[in-house]
Every structure is written in C-alpha cells, then in structure tokens.
C-alpha cells in the first residue's frame, strides 16, 4: 500500500510547490478565512499549512490519510465541481508516503484537537484552538531517487511562491501570509480583488494597467491587463483565472495575444490577471494534478469575448 501510494505521489508531489498545491487547495476547500503558510528551505525541509476552516474529526483524521476518502463528492454536482478543483481524494496518502506528515486538527465543536502521525497512523491528543495544521517535512526522505531531481533551494521556492500566488489572487477574501525560513515574504489582509492585485503585482502594475470589465451571455471577464508603458512585464506576470481555477491555456494566451498585437509590438510582453467565469457545463478541466488545462466547449466564442473584452478595454481613451 506504501508503494502504491508512492507510486501515485509521482504523479501528485513532483516537487514542493505541488505539495503545497494540495494542502492549500484543501485549506480553501474547508473553508477557511486566514491560511498561514511557512517553508523551510524552499519547501523541503518543511512546508506547513494551518487553516482556521472547519477541521477534521477523530474518527476521519485517518481516512483523510486513506486513498479516495475525499469527502467532497455528496453528489453529482459535486463531482463535477471537485473534478475541477480537487484530486480526489488522493492527494494527503501520496504526501504521506514520501515526507514525514502529521495532520492536527480541532473539529468545530471538539474539546480538543488531534494529531495523526502519517507514518504509523498513531493519534494522539494535541493542542490547537481551531482549524488544521499540516506539516509536511522532509519530502522524499525515503525515495531518494526522487530527491535527486529536487533543484536548488531558490528554484524550488520560487515555485512554491508562484502557487501561493495564484491562490492569493484567485481568493481576494482570505487573510494570507507566507514565510520562508522564519522570514515573512507575503502577508495579505482580505480585501478587493484589485487592493490583493496591488499587493502581489506591485502598484507600478496597477497604475499602468487597464481594468477590464465584460459580460456576454453566461461570459464574464474581469481583472486588469497592462498598458504598453509597462515595461516591467515577464513572462510570469501572467495570470488567467477560469472559474476561479489559475489556467495555462493556449487558446486564452492566443486570444490575449491578438488583444494586444497592435499595440506591443513583439518585443514585449504583456502582464494580467484576468478572471472568465463561464458556465462549468461550458469548459472542461484537465484533473491530471500537474496540468492546468481547460478545454472549452465553444472555444471561437470564448476566443472572440475574450479578445473583444480585452481589446476594448485597452483601447479606452487614456490608453
Ligand atoms: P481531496 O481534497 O481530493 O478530498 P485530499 O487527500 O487532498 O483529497 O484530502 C482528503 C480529505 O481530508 C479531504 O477530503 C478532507 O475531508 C480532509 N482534509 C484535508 N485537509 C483538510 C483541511 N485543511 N481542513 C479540513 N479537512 C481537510
Ligand atoms: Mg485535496
């Protein structure tokens, strides 16, 4: 069972910002309002969420450690919804079985809180006021196969620090903050969705950006997109929200692009954060863990909104 589930890890914890991925995911899903995370060399010696959300109970503190527990899925719809959004309930048991994870959480309600050591499954009594603690400490301890393809400690945190990105930008609402090596990189108060882009973009981004705003039929496209006298631009400024969910999808990149072939001539690249809410029964979601691809069921419509919302927005006098 160890080895299947080590198995099933390669495919979910290829490195530590995947790690994070997941115990973040299921932060959110549990509803939490402010979500701590602290690293400690780049995610490998430790990375460790604790949420204020709903808690886990005694009695599932082991299924959570199980393969296919999830208790997400109740119905129908909510098979669709976690196949967007979620694993399936496989993602902890994978974490498990390559770093030394312990779980502590206090159930709503509970006199106290327990802690699931990952290793035996032991539970014991714990402290903790609410919510979850997951600590997840020297990954690939025991595959080492594994650790040799982990890359320097800066690499590996920049990627933990981008996946706590795109949570931070996709959930404006949370309280969120992120440490590494006892060192506070992002402390975000809840706000509005453009005070949390300002945050994490920087306000050169959002003074030279152009908020866009659209709606046809069941398509919505929000966010902000940069102006041409934004020169501080990369490739990593880019962010494309579906459904809440961070996307890298060829047919939007095309559709931004077009958007902005007259006025960035080549050289440069444009920076968003754009947000398209669309009807799920609409779009189709990759749930391979790894991948962040959509396929939409009208893509030339989507395509087309997605460039006209955009074009009008950065041709809006002042441009
Ligand atoms: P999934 O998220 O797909 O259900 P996971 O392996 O990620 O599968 O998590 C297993 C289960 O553990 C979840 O379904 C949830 O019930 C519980 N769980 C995990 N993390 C938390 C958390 N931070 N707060 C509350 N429950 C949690
Ligand atoms: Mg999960």
Known sequence: DL?????????????????????????????????????????????RVADDGCGIDRDDLALALERHATSKIATLDDLERVATMGFRGEALAAIAAVA????????????????????????????????????????????????????????????????????????PDLALQLSHNARVIHRLPPGTPLARVGALMGDDFVTHAREVEAESGALRLTGLASLPAYSRASRDAQYF?????????????????????????????????????????????????????VRFRDARAVHQFVFHALTRALAESGA
């Open 100 to 171: 030394r994870t312990t779980i502590t959480s206090r159930a709503a309600g509970a006199s106290h809180a327990w802690r699931i050591d990952g290793s035996d499954r032991s539970l014991a009594p714990a402290a903790l006021n609410n919510g979850t603690v997951v600590d997840v400490a020297d990954l690939y301890f025991n595959t080492p196969a594994r650790r040799k393809f982990l890359k320097s400690e800066g690499t590996e945190f920049a990627h933990c620090d981008e996946m706590f990105r795109r949570v931070a930008l996709a959930r």
């Open 3 to 47: 080895l299947v589930n080590q198995i099933a890890a390669g495919e979910v914890v290829e490195r530590p910002a995947s790690v994070l991925k997941e115990v973040l995911e299921n932060a959110v899903d549990a509803g939490s309002r402010a979500i701590e995370v602290q690293l400690e060399q780049g995610g490998v010696r430790r990375i």
């Open 241 to 293: 929200f579906v459904n809440g969910r961070f996307v890298r999808d060829k047919l939007l990149t095309h559709a931004v692009r077009q958007a902005y072939a007259d006025i960035l001539h080549g050289a440069r690249h444009p920076a968003y954060v754009l947000f398209l809410s669309i009807d799920p029964a609409g779009v189709d979601v990759n749930v391979h863990p790894a991948k962040i691809e």
